[in-house]
C-alpha cells in the first residue's frame, strides 16, 4: 500500500485571516494600553508607539515568513523519505516478477535516481567477499561496457579512502577528476569512470549497502554539476540504502524460498512438484516428437552399504549433472523421487538414445561406477499413459540386466 496524503502541502503551514489578527492585535492593544496608562500624554510617546507597532509586525511577517519555509522545507523532506519508503516497499513486493537479481537491482538504481533531486546517473556496485575485487552490476544513464573493463578493488575506491577502511556511511565528492587524480588506477581507468557518460562526472554521492552487518556493494548516485550534493541528499540516500539493504535481503531469501519449494536440494534438479507443474507449459516442436525418459540407478543401495551415505549422496548429484550437461537447458529434466529421475525431452529418438548410451559407458568407468536403467516413451499430452510405457520399459531393462548377471 503506498502512502497517500490528504494534506495539501501548499497549506501546510497556512495560517487563516483570523489566525493573522489574533497574533497581530493582542500585542498591539496590549501596548497600546501600556503606553496609554503608563505614558505621559505627548505626541512623541505616541510616535514611539507607532515604530514599536511597524517593527513588531515587521518581525512578526519575517518570523511567519520563515516559519513557513522552514515547515514545507519539512514537508517536502517527509514527502521525499515517504516517496523512497514506497518505492522499496513496492521493490519487495513485485520482487517475484524479477528473473534475476540484476533485474532487481536494476529496478531499485532506476528508483533512488529519480529519488534524488540532483541524481542524474547512478550505479552499483558489487564487492567480491573472497578478493574485494569489484564490478559494476548495474547503471543508469552509463556505459555499463566500459565500467566493467576496469580492474579495481575495495581498497581503491574513494568510499573505503574517505571512510579510513570502515565503508560505513555516505560520502560525497564534489571534483570527480581531482579525487581520480589521486589514486592508484590506472589513466585508461580513470578516463573510464569519468568518461562512462555523455557528461563528464563532476560530483558523485557514494553509499556503502550493508547486508547481515557485511558489505555488500555500494550504490553510487552522480551529477553532471559541481557541489551537486550537500548533507540534505546524504540524509536521504542514508535512509535510501538503508532500505535497499532491507529490499535486497527480502528478494534475496524469497528466492531462496522459490528454490527450497521448485527444487531438489540434493541434485539441484527439478523436484517432482515443479516438474509436473511444468509439463503444462511445455513447449511442442513442430518437427521433432517429445519423448519421457525415465531413468532410475541400479547401485545406489550397494553403494551406501559399501562406500556410505555420502557416496551414495555424491553419486546421485553426479548422475544429475551428467543428465544436465548433456541435454538442452530447455529440456526439462528433474528428480522424482529416490535414485529415479526423469526427463521430457524433443527428439530425435536416436539421437537421445545416443546420449544415454554414451552416458551409461561414461559413468561405468567412475570409481565407484555408476550404473542406471532407463525408458523411453513418446509423449503426445496423454502424460498418465506415456508415463506407464517409459516407467514399464525402464523396469524391463532392470529385469533383463539382472538376468544376465
Known sequence: MHTKSSINNKHIAYFDFKSHLLLLAVPLLLFFIIFTFAISD?????LYLILICCVYALSYGITYYMHKQNILRLWQHLEQVIHINDTTFELVNLSSQYGSEKAFLDALLQKAVSAIEDAEMGSIILVDKKTKRLQFESVVGLDIEAL??????LEETFQFR?????CDKAVVINNMKNINAKSTLTTEDQHALLHASIKPICSTLSSP?????ELYGMMNLDSCKMEAFGDYDINLVNILTSEAANAILLYQKSKKIE???????????YNRKKFDASILQWHYH???????????????KPLNDQYGHQA???ALKTFAQSLKSIWHPHFLVARYGG???IALCHGPIDVLEQQITQLQHDLALLTPAINFSYGFAQYNQDWASAFKQADNNMYSQKRLKKKLN
Request: overall charge negative.
Open 209 to 213: 549497502i550493508r547486508i547481515d552487518g
Open 259 to 269: 528454490l527450497l519449494a521448485d527444487y531438489d536440494g540434493l541434485t539441484e534438479l
Open 148 to 153: 566493467r573493463k576496469i580492474n579495481f578493488t
Open 42 to 46: 505627548s505626541s512623541t510617546s505616541y
Open 312 to 314: 551414495g549422496d555424491d
Open 339 to 341: 535414485d529415479e529421475f
Open 162 to 166: 574517505r571512510t579510513n577502511g570502515r
Open 286 to 300: 513442430l518437427e521433432l516428437a517429445s519423448y519421457i525418459i525415465i531413468l532410475d540407478m541400479d547401485n545406489l
